[in-house]
């Protein structure tokens, strides 16, 4: 599969939820293989519902979700493959981890699979490796960190080894360090070829970090577009009630000033220092 | 009231455990049943055991001044059936004997019997009879919790005292040693867990009825076999 | 909880939990087939040894666990020196038993004895690893289900009501005791209502990694378990020979 293979493929995919609450209305999103994905969105905007979707959690009453190319198959045996291949973080580590033992609860998933026990533990081993918390696979849960504890919870959707690999704001309630941390384990996994999806607030973050931006509004899939187009979007994020990244206000000050070029665009203020101290005038 | 690890003889010890497993039994099967009809049931029993654990170490003011820990018993009674609470009550003794040296394991058989089956079940016929006789869903839940509380208390001291006889005035004199002993800190924690009871339900039901409706489930839907 | 700080911290932690659990076993068993009442308190000066020499608890931390276990057995021990009696005026008195103090003497020694055992496995044993080692011996699918979740959200509901306490007692929630009854009411409901949301959100978290059955987990390794097991079942046989014949 190529890099511009769309391997989840949301069309139209309506939801209305029993209260009569609108989940999504209409959504329509891409997201190719082996990219690096923000969703944006406010609270409510339809993100957490979008996932439920993906892992063939929900099922959508209008429209349809396309997995590798093929509608999602509900069936038992369909949903099992689904969530072979689709992994799904939620965001509180406290609401998802239901055993105390970091190893029992890595292992869940992969045992769900129907795997062997030796290729369950090393995959537990290399799970907890992949996120940097080997030396805490016999410690509990309740005596981890925020930090770790979400970490945990990656690791037990890791040892699936799924294709796509969905995150429900795993950068709320972490301090820096553990952000730092997290977001060297994401890229690993995006460096080994696992396609990453990940919900966030934070736009400077996920224009420096992902390809690809998706933005949601009231259960409306507004935009989709590739990272580096963002400075010719701030219409769409601001129709979706998001800031636009503090760098391109800055770079576009920087520019008007003579100070810099208009291209390259940065999209880090760390990529903006840089083109300052190189001297890239215009 | 919690029987310490070693305190009864060893047929004693045997027997309640004895006692306590067709109930368990009973309550292992109806789970199963449960978990086959809604298998969110197979989460909501061991966050509930979790509930109970935690609420069993609050320190409850009682109406002597003194301080004593709920039981619960009413409470899970009425919210997860009396058959779910044999089970249940198991987990939360047993924990409390590994987590806390609260209870032991050669005592969890009797613990379990006077604790997580004599109790519950008082407790929620208590309900059923006081609602069928038209009381007020407030007495009813007191009296339930308050009941629950005092037939687990009674069934301690019966099991002490059929253990230690009095020498002299034998089985019913041992009782009144044990109940008299015990009266002083069980009775008040009684009415107080009532109380507290009530004030939970009325608690309760100033949520949205939407998340009532998951939770009125076993309040007056009678016992789940 | 300074049980479970212990279980997880001591020297014995990485010894294997049948070879604990055995051994524990035996301390019951000799507490019990103790001939005398001394034999019963050298069996438990001998776990409480093993306790704080072996696995190197401290001993402060034992005192203060055993204390509300000692502060039971001393009131319902100190019942069995003491008969009831109504005297002819019809009030109720007490007189001291004929039997003296053997009976008493009995039931501590018993008693202490046990609950050393009880606290010799659980200060050296995590309960993930009491867990697993039901787990092997077999015990109900549907009972192992309910304790691995009730150990998992105990430390959940545990923070949450401390959160809970500490917000209503800012509040002066806990001013009187009726206060304190009502706060305790909203607090405990709010607390129930948790249950629901929590057991549907952990419902959906394992179906999304694939759960539609018993919920499985692999079991812990220790190294040397075969040796542990030779060693605890040799030290729990001089415990019960040496309490039986002694």
Redesign the interface.
Known sequence: MSFNDVLLQFEQVAYRYPDGSIGLDGCSLGIRAGSRNALLGANGAGKTTLFQHANGLLQPQGGVVRYAGTPVDYSRAGLRRLRTDIGLVFQNPDRQLFSASVREDVSFGPLNLGLDTDTVRQRVDAALDAVGLAHAADKAVHNLSFGQKKRVCIAGVLAMEPKLLILDEPMAGLDNAMREELLSALNGLHAKGITLLLATHDIDFAYRWADDIHLMARGRCTASFASAAMPAREDDLKAAGLPSPQVIALHRALVARGLLAATPLPRSQRELVALLETGALS | MHIMEGFLPVEHAIGWTAASLPFLAWGVASIKKQIVEAPERRMLLGVGAAFAFVLSALKLPSVTGSCSHPTGTGLGALLFGPAAMAPLGLVVLLFQAVLLAHGGLTTLGANVFSMAVVGPFVAWAVYRAVSALRGSSGLAVFLAATLGDLATYVVTSVQLAWAFPDPITGFLGSFAKFAGIFALTQVPLAISEGLLTVLIFNALARFNPQELRGLGLNIGAGVQA | ?L??QSA?TNRWRSISPAAKGLFALSG?IA??AAATPTTAAVVALALVATTLLGAGIGCARLAR??A??LG??L??SL??L????LDASGSLTL?W???GSA?FFR?VA??????A???F??LTT???D?I?LMRRLRF?D??L??????????????EA?HDTLTAQAARLGYAT?RL???S???L?????????????????????????GP????E?TFADTRRDLAIAALAGSILILGATLL
Request: aromatic letters at 8%.
């Open positions: 909880m049980i479970e997880y019951l507490s019990f666990v055993a509300p276990a039971f057995l009131i319902g019942s069995l003491v008969s009831p009696a007189q038993l004929p039997e009976p039931l018993r008693s202490g004895a046990a609950l055992a009880l606290l496995l659980v995590p309960l993930i009491l697993a109900p549907v009972l289900e309910l304790m691995v979740v009730c150990y998992r959200m105990l430390f959940v509901f545990s009501l005791p304190a009854l009502r305790l009411g909203q405990t409901a709010n607390l129930a209502i948790q249950v629901w949301s929590r057991a549907h959100d952990l419902h959906i978290a394992a179906l999304a990694r694939n759960n539609d919920l499985r987990f692999i812990p």
